[in-house]
Structure formats: C-alpha cells, structure tokens
C-alpha cells in the first residue's frame, strides 16, 4: 500500500500564492507519476497538474497554467504544487495522486487539503 499526506492547504486573498506538498509513502511503484487533482463544493473532481516518474515531463490543466507549477524532490518523495495568482474559482479541496494513469484515473489518493482563496 502507498499512503499520501498532502499538507500547505489554507486561506488566502485572491491574488497570493500557495505551496502544498505531498509525502508518499509504502510501497512505492517504481513507476509513479504524481499528480494534483482538486474538487470543488458540488463539482466532480478535477486533473490540475501531473509530473512524470522523472520529473522531466509535466501536464496542466488549462485553467492552471501560467500560474501553477508542479515539481518533485523524488529523494524525499514528495510532490510539490506552487500556486501563484490566486483566483476564488481555485477554491477546492486539493488531492495528491500517485501512479496509474495520473491524468485520468491514478491507482492512490491522499486524504485532501482545503485551498480557499477570498475575493
């Protein structure tokens, strides 16, 4: 089993900026590609950013990008999302997701941490 604990979840102005991070880890595939995905009251969950095993290759949703970049430190397995520009519409609890397809349907979560971001 892999276990993700996300952390850096708060509130925010529009505008500011965010950092959450997510530690993995069990037992790790060693084939893992991260990713963020997030979901807002009444709406289903949602792709925001995927990084590749290497770290090298990397994917945006189109609302996010410009203004979030995911990143890795795979020597400490953990996943990364800093947020910049801030908007309301970002409002959601964020979730780390590990392997699998990360784009569209990862093997593991994380429990979520609340972004909320006032106008």
């Known amino acids: 089993q892999v276990q993700l604990v996300e952390s850096g979840g708060g509130l925010v102005q529009a505008g500011g900026s965010l950092r959450l991070s997510c530690v993995a880890s069990g037992s790790i595939p060693s084939i893992n590609d991260m990713g963020w995905y997030r979901q807002a009251l009444g709406k289903e969950r949602e792709f925001v950013a995927g990084?590749?095993?290497?770290?090298?290759?990397?994917r945006y949703a189109d609302s996010v990008k410009g203004r979030f970049t995911i990143s890795r430190d795979r020597a400490k397995n953990t996943l990364y999302l800093q947020m910049n520009s801030l908007k309301p519409e970002d409002t959601a609890i964020y979730y780390c997701?590990?392997?699998?397809?990360?784009?569209?349907?990862?093997?593991?979560w994380g429990q979520g941490t609340q972004v909320a971001v006032s106008s």
């Open positions: 990084i590749s095993t290497n770290g090298i290759h990397t």
């Open positions: 997701a590990l392997g699998g397809s990360i784009a569209t349907t990862p093997l593991y």
